[in-house]
C-alpha cells in the first residue's frame, strides 16, 4: 500500500511537471499502483465467500477453494487434539485460527518432485474472532459424542450406563460379595 501511494506520487509530480512525459508513463503508474491492490482485494474476497465451515452434532466440515475445492469432514470421534494459534499481527486485530488434529496423522511431508503434501489430518477454522469459543464448542461436541469404541452407539460417555447394565453389575457384585463372605 505504501509502495502503491509512492508510485502515485511520484506520476503526479512528473506529470504535473511534464505533461506529457507523465502520459507516457501513466500505464505504467496505474498497473504499478493500482492493479496489484485491486487483484489482492478481488482473490481476499474470493476467497472468504468461498471458504465455509459446518458444526453438527457428529462431525465438523470445512470448505474452501477457488479453483480446486477442498472439502474436509472430521468426525469428533477421530479428533485428538484441538488448539488455537495466532501470531502476533492476528492477535494484534484480535482473531486467531482453530486448528483440529485427528488420529492417524503427521506431517503432509514431500513428494518425489519435492511439493510440499496436504497433511489431511488436520482442519484449520482460519482468521476466526472467537477462536477460543469455537474450541470450547468443538470440545464440547467432542465429550458428547465420544462413544464406547467397539460399535456400541448406546452407551456415551454423556448418557451414563443403561438401568438393566448397571443392574447386571449390581448382582454380580454382590454374587461375589456373597461367595466371598460364605467361603
Do not use: C
Request: no cysteine; glycine share 10%.
Amino acid at each position: 500500500m505504501i509502495f502503491d501511494a509512492l508510485i502515485l506520487i511520484a506520476w503526479s509530480a512528473v506529470t504535473a511537471a511534464l505533461p506529457i512525459i507523465g502520459l507516457w508513463f501513466a500505464p505504467l503508474a496505474l498497473t504499478l499502483g493500482i492493479v496489484p491492490g485491486a487483484v489482492a482485494y478481488l482473490a481476499i474476497n474470493l476467497r472468504y465467500d468461498t471458504t465455509w465451515y459446518v458444526l453438527s452434532q457428529r462431525s465438523l466440515r470445512i470448505r474452501s477453494g477457488i479453483w480446486v475445492i477442498h472439502e474436509a469432514t472430521i468426525t469428533f470421534e477421530n479428533i485428538q487434539n484441538v488448539t488455537v494459534e495466532s501470531g502476533p499481527i492476528e492477535r494484534w486485530f484480535g482473531i486467531g485460527n482453530v486448528i483440529v488434529d485427528t488420529a492417524g496423522g503427521g506431517e503432509g511431508g514431500k513428494s518425489s518432485h519435492g511439493k510440499s503434501l496436504p497433511n489431511f489430518h488436520r482442519g484449520e477454522i482460519a482468521g476466526v474472532s472467537n477462536a477460543a469459543e469455537i474450541r470450547q464448542l468443538i470440545l464440547s461436541r467432542l465429550l458428547l459424542s465420544k462413544s464406547v469404541g467397539l460399535g456400541d452407539e448406546t452407551y456415551t460417555a454423556s448418557r451414563g450406563w443403561p438401568a438393566e447394565h448397571v443392574a447386571v453389575l449390581r448382582e454380580i457384585r454382590d454374587a461375589i460379595r456373597n461367595n466371598i463372605v460364605t467361603e
